[in-house]
């Protein structure tokens, strides 16, 4: 069956450090990759996705993410985060255009 | 443009009560999705509309839920008689029919429900 893992449940960085997190999914096929972001009181914001082509994807408020088939993860990075960004982020995976399997979310703290 | 809108934002009742939650999808998107975060735990697929049909109901957790497209705009998820384990932000969203386009899908701010 496909899951997708998001291992790390809380984050905590400071202000201006930079910022990595982690997902994986399982599943033999490429699959159409994406993360969203929720910000307290928010709805699921699209932050970035990947379909094909270049593994390396820019999302919007200086996100970006990288594909890797052989480590089958997309892992979220952003260089340095700002107090703004905290909120709770999930990975999303579809094969179709139907159904999407979600990680169960990484909240991230940012210190001051 | 306006994005996908959900009504109401929270509900608090009982058990043993209905409830009928409501998603507006972005104008033109035929493709129609309910999800629902239980917990704290994953957001699960529930269902798929392709504008008034059901594509994919194979998440809908029993026959307690039911949920209609009439005129394959707006949409509504109705819990009959709702359950203590039916509490948690019910997602909707909406994407385009037709290439890569279809792929993405756009989500709502969520209906939040406390069953008591």
């Known amino acids: 069956a496909q899951s997708v893992t998001q291992p790390d449940i809380h984050i905590t960085v400071s202000e201006g450090a930079s910022l990595e997190l982690r997902c994986n999914y399982s599943?033999?096929?490429?699959?159409?990759l994406f993360w969203y972001v929720q910000s307290p009181g928010q709805g699921l914001q699209l932050l970035l996705k990947y379909f094909s082509g270049d593994t390396l994807v820019q999302g919007i408020k200086g996100f970006e993410a990288e594909f890797k088939r052989s480590q089958s993860s997309f892992n979220l990075r952003k260089p340095s985060v700002h107090w703004s960004d905290a909120a709770e982020y999930f990975c999303?995976?579809?094969?179709?255009?139907?159904?999407?399997?979600f990680g169960s979310g990484t909240k991230l703290n940012v210190k001051p | 443009e306006a994005g996908v809108t959900q009504f109401p934002s929270h509900s608090v009742i009982e058990k043993g009560q209905t409830v009928t939650l409501r998603c507006d999808p972005i104008s033109g998107h035929d493709n129609l999705y309910w999800y629902r975060r239980v917990m704290g735990k994953e957001i699960k697929f529930l269902l798929h509309?392709?504008?008034?049909?059901?594509?994919?109901e194979s998440g809908m957790p029993n026959n307690r839920f039911l949920a209609e497209r009439t005129g394959g705009t707006y949409s509504t998820l109705k819990v009959q008689p709702a359950e203590l384990e039916d509490s948690g932000v019910y997602f909707c969203?909406?994407?385009?029919?037709?290439?890569?386009?279809?792929?993405?899908?756009?989500f709502g701010p969520g209906t939040r429900l406390l069953v008591l």
């Open positions: 999303a995976v579809g094969y179709n255009f139907n159904k999407f399997y």
């Open positions: 599943y033999g096929a490429t699959p159409y």
């Open positions: 969203a909406s994407s385009q029919v037709g290439g890569l386009a279809v792929k993405t899908q756009y």
């Open positions: 509309f392709v504008k008034e049909s059901k594509q994919d």
